[in-house]
Each structure stands twice: as C-alpha cells, then as structure tokens.
C-alpha cells in the first residue's frame, strides 16, 4: 500500500514562505515523476509545480520564480518551497506521484490527502 503524506501548511501573511513537504511510503519500485497541485474553493484543481525522476521541473506561470520544487528520490520525499506568497496562494496543496509497486507493474498515480495554506493578513 503506498501513501503520500503531506505536511507544512499553514496561515501566513502575504510576502510570508512556507515550505511544503511530501513523504510517499509503502511498496515501491520506483518514482517517476512528481508534483504539487492546489485546489482553491469553488475552483477547479490545478498544476502548481511538477518534477521528473532526472530532476527536469516546470511551474505553473504564476508561481514561477516564486516557487521551487525539488526531491530527493533517496528519501521519496518531494518539497515546495514557497516565497512571496500572496492571498491568491490559499489553497488545498496535494501531493502527486507516479510510481509503479513492483519492476513489471504500470505507473499508476498517487494522492495524497492535502494540506491547507492559507495567506491573509
């Protein structure tokens, strides 16, 4: 069973940081790709940032250069680091990843329950 689990959330003023971490755990061959997604309410769940398993990224346009995803595939953990935030940030942050359990299996992709940032002042 594989389980991504995110922490770091929380509430802070805009310009604030917050650096999200997930921890993906269970049985697993490899990690493939990774990423951080958001869902704001009433809106629909969107791609903040991802990252391959060479390390390759990409962001959404209005966290570039704000935002910096990184991983370390020794650990199976993934990071967001997130600097000038601002109110338009305020989201659920899901963790993503595709993975396959064993060397014959698909890549299938993982969930994780989601962590609250919340920027007010």
């Known amino acids: 069973q594989v389980q991504l689990v995110e922490s770091g959330g929380g509430l802070v003023q805009p310009g604030g940081s917050l650096r999200l971490s997930c921890a993906a755990s269970?049985?697993?061959?490899?990690?493939?790709?990774m990423g951080w997604y958001r869902q704001a309410p009433g809106k629909q769940r969107e791609l903040v940032a991802r990252i391959s398993d060479y390390g390759i990224t990409n962001y959404t346009d209005s966290v570039r250069g704000r935002f910096t995803i990184s991983r370390d595939a020794a650990a199976n953990m993934m990071y967001l680091q997130m600097n000038s935030l601002k109110p338009e940030d305020t989201a659920v942050y899901y963790c993503?990843?595709?993975?396959?359990?064993?060397?014959?299996?698909?890549?299938?992709?993982?969930w994780g329950q989601g962590t609250q940032v919340t920027v007010s002042s």
């Open positions: 993503n990843a595709a993975l396959r359990s064993t060397r014959w299996s698909d890549y299938s992709d993982y």
């Open positions: 269970g049985i697993m061959f490899n990690i493939r790709d």
